[in-house]
């Protein structure tokens, strides 16, 4: 039973003792910039929150921290970013002997403290940056590539394929885990193209604005580019009104204009025979038969009118006095007959 005891008091010594450096790491700087969200060992960072030695800080897409250290050591973390604080060996108050950070992926700022610039080393999938006093935005990619741009100062990057010095504001190499690394020359917004990330070096072009002294240091002619933002609602673009002057709306009001016009057009312009005859009698024109026989025999054919009937009524008028006549005639010579 002892025995138990003894086994259950020494696992317990053991996880104790593993778990003091953790608790007992002294802190090696605090944040005092933090926007949307930015984590860190014990969850989420807030302003004056303490880091620690060993510490991995996260941001989110749209996250950023900005950190100082003992030694007035500054760093700014961008969106989409993950990093660890690897060593950090103090020398005294103001000054370290040995601060290291590694850079998994995102995007950083740097500018350099008080300490020695031996002191200083950033590592980064495809090498590792050497300090010179110096200030220096840095990006590193989901594949590993990594692009420093010198801000002030000088810096060096060593990797598999050699060294590249970066002397002159400005400057920038590109640097990929397999050895490849571009020649040192000055930054413009082909590299984010490059990088194949519109989002990369936001510093640079003021997609994200950083508090203090260590945002009075970007430009380099990238501040004109404005990658595409997550966090930002994308304007509506500036071409959207012009379908409404478009012209097929004029070219559907025209026709308009001209429908009132077609039924102005009298309607006795159309032929004489749409307007009933007996308007006009043929009789009374008689110097004209040819139209009288026209009508007569446009009314003998079934289509509207009168003026035939009053025709065939003048002619047998006129019989009646042809037979009236010959009456006379012959009454006058039965009566001369008689006389003699």
Known sequence: MWGWRSVSVAMLCIALSSA??????EPVGQAVVIKTQVTGQSGPIEVDTRVH??????TSQSGLGQFVFRDGTKLAVGWGSSVVIDKYVFDDSQSVKKLTIRAAKGTFRWVSGNSNSSAYQILT????????GTAFDFYVGPDGTTAIVLLNGAARFCGPGGCRQLQQRCDCVVAKPNGDMSAARRVDPSILATLGNQRALPFLSGNQRLAGGIGMLGGC???????????????????APAPQRQDPPQRQAEPQKERPNKPDKPHHDKPHHDRPHHDKPHHDKPDRPDKHDGHGRHDDDGKPGNHGLDHRGHERHHDRDRDHDNDRNRDRGRNFNRGR
């Not at 003091?20 to 790491?25: D, E, I, V, Y």
């Not at 966090?231 to 673009?237: C, E, H, K, L, N």
């Open 20 to 25: 003091w450096p953790a608790l007992a790491a």
């Open 53 to 58: 030695r060993n510490e991995r800080i996260k």
């Open 125 to 132: 999938p495809a090498g590792t940056i050497g300090v010179r």
């Open 221 to 239: 002619n990238m501040a004109s580019v404005a990658p595409e933002r997550k966090d930002r609602t994308r304007p509506p673009p500036a071409v």
